[in-house]
């Protein structure tokens, strides 16, 4: 496993789905506008500017023990037919927060 957070995570989501998630590097600049363009496209906010700079300035983890006792890749096996089948908006779960939500 790599020693880059994202790497890691993106490599540990691959192996537990068993397809390959590989990290192309681009200049923030572009993540962010892809990110808008991809959320004007389905009404949502894909990734901010300001989570884009936490992700550059190695904000993805911490060097605590956890705090939870679900192992993210063991909760990624035990769900992967269903993983990315279906779009959840997080914009739509933020305005109803009554309603279950529409996937995984």
Known sequence: MSSNPIHAVTGAFGESIGKSRPVVPVPSWLGHVVG?????????????KDEIDGLISDLL???????GTTVLTDWIKEHA????????????????????????
């Open 36 to 48: 808008r363009v991809l959320g004007m496209l389905v009404g949502d906010v894909i990734i901010t």
């Open 61 to 67: 983890y911490v060097d605590s023990p956890p705090t």
């Open 81 to 104: 037919d269903s993983l990315g089948r279906n779009y959840t908006s997080e914009l739509a779960r933020r305005k109803d927060r009554f309603s279950a939500y529409a996937s995984n």
